[in-house]
């Protein structure tokens, strides 16, 4: 079946740095690719998608661009804030109506 | 918009004890899915329904564990004869049809068996 593999965190970053979270597919086909976020205490919501190659996803600064070559869609922020701290999950269409979720990142942003 | 809810937060009980989430979606969405989470793992996927129909079930989903949506509106999870290794988050999402991708989940509930 379909799956994502994530890089793995934690991660820790200085407020207005560069932030990178590596994410590869491998799927049968071209499915669409989601980047879900979880503050903390809060439940899992979409970040964003795209629904084929070389799409850009974006959404509140972040970007991944749908990279059918590398089979990557990496997450991508210029400049990290405190309030960007969560855990980030890469995800994609399995089976049937399943989702394939990655086993998510960690990240902190210090002042 | 009240988005998903789900009951109970949090659930200790004794092992062999049964115990029952409740997850209530928002109210348009005609898909409902549960999904458990264990400690720096991402969701995985459980049981799926759309209405009232549940049409797929994981295999990790034994046979202590049953769903269902009466009605096609909320959805309850029972797990029967609670193991250690039921402790985990329990996590409901909904979502319409049509908009593939697009998963709102509630806040969770997490399990702890004793």
């Known amino acids: 079946g379909n799956s994502v593999t994530q890089m793995e965190g934690p991660v820790t970053l200085s407020e207005e740095a560069f932030l990178t979270i590596n994410c590869t597919y491998t799927a049968t086909g071209y499915p669409s690719l989601f980047w879900y976020v979880q503050y903390p205490g809060e439940g899992l919501q979409l970040l964003l998608k795209a629904t084929k190659a070389d799409d850009k996803g974006s959404n509140k600064g972040f970007e991944a661009t749908y990279r059918k070559e590398t089979t990557s869609f990496h997450l991508e922020k210029g400049s990290v804030q405190v309030s960007d701290s969560a855990v980030y999950f890469c995800?994609?269409?399995?089976?049937?109506?399943?989702?394939?979720f990655g086993t998510g990142t960690s990240l902190t942003v210090i002042p | 918009d009240t988005g998903v809810s789900q009951n109970p937060r949090h659930k200790i009980t004794k092992r062999g004890q049964n115990v029952t989430f409740r997850c209530d979606p928002i109210s348009e969405h005609n898909r409902l899915y549960w999904y458990r989470q264990t400690l720096g793992q991402g969701p995985e996927f459980l049981t799926y329904f759309q209405n009232e129909a549940q049409l797929e079930k994981s295999r990790l989903l034994s046979d202590r564990f049953s769903a269902e949506r009466p009605k096609g509106s909320f959805s309850t999870l029972e797990i029967q004869r609670t193991e250690q290794g039921d402790s985990a988050m329990y996590l409901c999402?909904?979502?319409?049809?049509?908009?593939?991708?697009?998963?709102?989940f509630g806040e969770g509930s997490r399990l702890t068996v004793l």
């Open positions: 995800a994609l269409p399995n089976t049937g109506n399943q989702f394939y």
């Open positions: 999402a909904s979502s319409f049809l049509g908009r593939s991708g697009e998963l709102f």
